[in-house]
């Protein structure tokens, strides 16, 4: 089954950092770009990141460039994003996405929550 | 940034009804056009990717046409586990941009 689960969420304070990971199986994870998609409370979707096969190719939505950080172990099936410098509108849940070029975000995980409050 | 409008906001209809969902691109997209369909508390879905190829697994009670800015969802007789927000998404520059949304809601 093919299949992404997202981990490391939580409660942070204003200027703080969280380091979400997203788990891949059921695919050969090194052939697929992956993105990182959110979703404010009662919002919309939001793409934040994505990245090459490789690693070598990495992109951001202007809001989070030098703060976020997105990485990737393909021997590990696994994905990373780094948060830095969280602001209250940071919080969201973020969704794990394999990034297909010619369909789109193809299979999404189910979400960690981020909630950035004092 | 290619901003995506979609309408109507909310679409109220009765089981059994078409429905009619539109995305305007500001610019053209081509064929990069996505629709996704999303429940209460679960991830989206996608539905259609190349504005008129069906997913895997979705029925083909879904489609999708259209091709530069103009968009169109089209379901052709709802079924109960088809009231959700649908979004449209481009993917052919950067930033990925999604459009705010349509509800499909029980009339």
């Known amino acids: 089954e093919v299949q992404l689960v997202e981990s490391g969420g939580g409660l942070v304070q204003p200027g703080g950092s969280l380091r979400l990971s997203c788990a891949a199986s059921?695919?050969?994870?090194?052939?697929?770009?992956m993105s990182w998609v959110r979703q404010a409370p009662g919002k919309g979707l939001e793409w934040v990141a994505n990245?090459?096969?490789?690693?070598?190719?990495?992109d951001y939505v202007d809001s989070v460039k030098g703060r976020f950080t997105i990485s990737r172990d393909n021997a590990k099936n696994s994905m990373n994003l780094q948060m830095n410098s969280l602001r209250a509108e940071d919080t969201a849940v973020y969704y794990c996405?394999?990034?297909?070029?010619?369909?789109?975000?193809?299979?999404w995980g189910q979400g960690t929550m981020v909630t950035v409050s004092a | 940034e290619i901003v995506l409008t979609q309408s109507p906001g909310t679409l109220s209809l009765s089981p059994g009804e078409r429905a009619t969902l539109s995305c305007r691109a500001s610019?053209?997209?081509?064929?990069?056009l996505a629709w996704y369909q999303q429940k209460p508390g679960q991830a989206p879905r996608l539905l259609i990717y190349?504005?008129?190829s069906r997913a895997t697994g979705i029925p083909d009670r879904f489609s999708g046409s259209g091709s530069g800015t103009d968009f169109t969802l089209t379901i052709s007789r709802l079924e109960p586990e088809d009231f959700a927000v649908y979004y449209c998404?481009?993917?052919?520059?950067?930033?990925?941009?999604f459009g705010q949304g349509t509800k499909v809601e029980i009339k």
């Open positions: 190349g504005a008129s």
């Open positions: 998404q481009q993917y052919g520059s950067s930033p990925r941009t």
């Open positions: 990245i090459k096969q490789d690693g070598s190719e990495k």
């Open positions: 610019q053209s997209v081509s064929s990069y």
């Open positions: 996405a394999r990034t297909d070029y010619g369909k789109g975000f193809d299979i």
């Open positions: 059921g695919f050969t994870f090194s052939s697929y770009w």
